[in-house]
C-alpha cells in the first residue's frame, strides 16, 4: 500500500518551508498536485507530482541529528530575522531545527533535525526523558536548598516534578530534569532566594558533550540513535503525555477533557482516490477554481523547552 502524507507535511519534509508556511501557499493557490490546486487537508504520495508555483521541489533530504554544543548568547530560533539564531550558528547545509530550546543566556547540549516525528516524542514532559545541567549560584549553597530543589517547588502555577539535585561545589550543583517548563531552574532558583550565575546543559538521554567543545556540532552515532529510538520506542507524540500529573489545581477533581482530534471529511482524505473517482477529470477541471480556505479558528502551537 501507498504510503500517503498530508500535502504540507510533504513539502516541510523536502525542506522547502515549514508546515505553516505550506499551508499558506495551498491557500493561496500556489500549489498544484498532478496539475491540480489541491484543498486543503490532502494527502499525496511520493509518485505525485507536487509543484510549487510552476516548480518541482528537491527531494527529501536525508535525516539529520545533530549534537550541538551551544554558546551563551546563541538563540533558539529558526528566525531569520534575529541574527543570532541557532540555524546561522550551525550553518547546516539542509534545513533543521532544534529538539526543545536553551534561552540565550544559557549554554550546553541541544539536538537539532529535520525530523518532525522525533521532536514531540523527546520533548514530551510525559516521556521522562532526562536532561542533565550544572548550574552556578550567586550564593553559598545549603542543605535546606538541595532538598528543597529535589523535593519541587511551586512555580508557573504548578509543582515542578521531583528530581535529582546533587551539589558539586559551594555554589554549584547537578540538576537532572525530566520536565520542560519555561526557565525552570531559574525560576526554581530565585523563588528560594538564589540567581543563577551560569547554567549549562552537560547531557539529553544517553548524549553527553564528551569531545564537542563550545560551538561545535556533530551527527549523532547510530549507537546513540538507536538507544535513543529504543528509549522513545513507547513514548507518545499526544499532546495528553505533555501534561504534569501535578500541573492539575487541587480543586479540580476531574481532568479536563481533551480537545477531539481534528477529523478531515471524506473530501479531504485522499488525492490519489479524488483522482481515482473522477473527481479531476478533464470536463470538471479545477485549475482555476479558488482553493478553499482554512477555518479562521484554527491554532497551531509549538512546545518549547527553556532553561
Not at 99 to 116: A, H, V, Y
Not at 158 to 165: E, G, L, M, S
Not at 226 to 241: C, F, Q, R, V
Request: overall charge positive; charged content about 30%.
Amino acid at each position: 500500500m501507498t504510503d500517503l502524507k498530508r500535502l504540507n507535511k510533504f513539502i516541510s519534509d523536502t525542506g522547502f518551508c515549514s508546515r505553516r508556511e505550506a499551508d499558506k501557499y495551498i491557500e493561496d493557490g500556489r500549489v498544484t498536485v498532478n496539475g491540480i490546486r489541491p484543498e486543503m487537508g490532502v494527502k499525496v504520495a511520493l509518485s505525485d507530482t507536487v509543484l510549487i508555483d510552476g516548480k518541482p521541489l528537491k527531494k527529501v533530504p536525508k535525516r539529520a541529528y545533530i549534537a550541538y554544543n551551544k554558546p551563551v548568547g546563541i538563540t533558539c530560533t529558526t528566525e531569520r530575522k534575529i541574527q543570532s539564531n541557532i540555524v546561522k550558528a550551525v550553518n547546516y547545509p539542509d534545513r533543521i531545527f532544534p529538539i526543545g530550546r536553551l534561552d540565550r543566556p544559557s549554554e550546553g547540549l541541544i539536538f537539532l533535525t529535520n525530523e518532525g516525528d522525533i521532536v514531540n516524542k523527546i520533548l514530551r514532559a510525559g516521556n521522562n526523558h532526562e536532561k542533565e545541567y550544572v548550574v552556578t549560584v550567586d550564593k553559598p549553597l545549603n542543605r535546606q536548598f538541595v532538598n528543597k530543589m529535589a523535593g519541587g517547588l511551586p512555580i508557573l502555577d504548578t509543582v515542578t516534578k521531583k528530581c535529582k539535585v546533587t551539589q558539586t561545589g559551594p555554589q554549584q550543583f547537578t540538576i537532572v530534569l525530566t520536565q520542560g517548563l519555561n526557565r525552570q531552574i531559574r525560576r526554581m532558583c530565585e523563588y528560594l532566594g538564589y540567581e543563577v550565575v551560569t547554567l549549562k546543559r552537560v547531557r539529553i538521554m544517553n548524549v553527553t558533550l564528551k569531545g564537542l567543545n563550545v560551538g561545535q556540532w556533530r551527527h549523532l552515532t547510530e549507537q546513540e540513535m538507536a538507544e535513543i529510538n529504543n528509549s522513545i520506542a513507547d513514548s507518545g507524540k499526544t499532546e495528553e503525555l505533555s501534561v504534569d500529573e501535578n500541573k492539575q489545581p487541587a480543586n479540580i477533581s476531574k481532568p479536563k477533557q481533551a480537545r477531539t482530534p481534528y477529523k478531515e471529511n471524506d473530501k479531504k482524505r485522499d488525492f490519489a482516490k479524488h483522482v481515482k473517482q473522477g473527481r479531476f477529470d478533464s470536463k470538471n477541471d479545477q485549475t482555476n477554481a479558488k482553493p478553499a480556505r482554512r477555518n479562521s479558528t484554527t491554532r497551531t502551537g509549538t512546545l518549547s523547552l527553556k532553561k
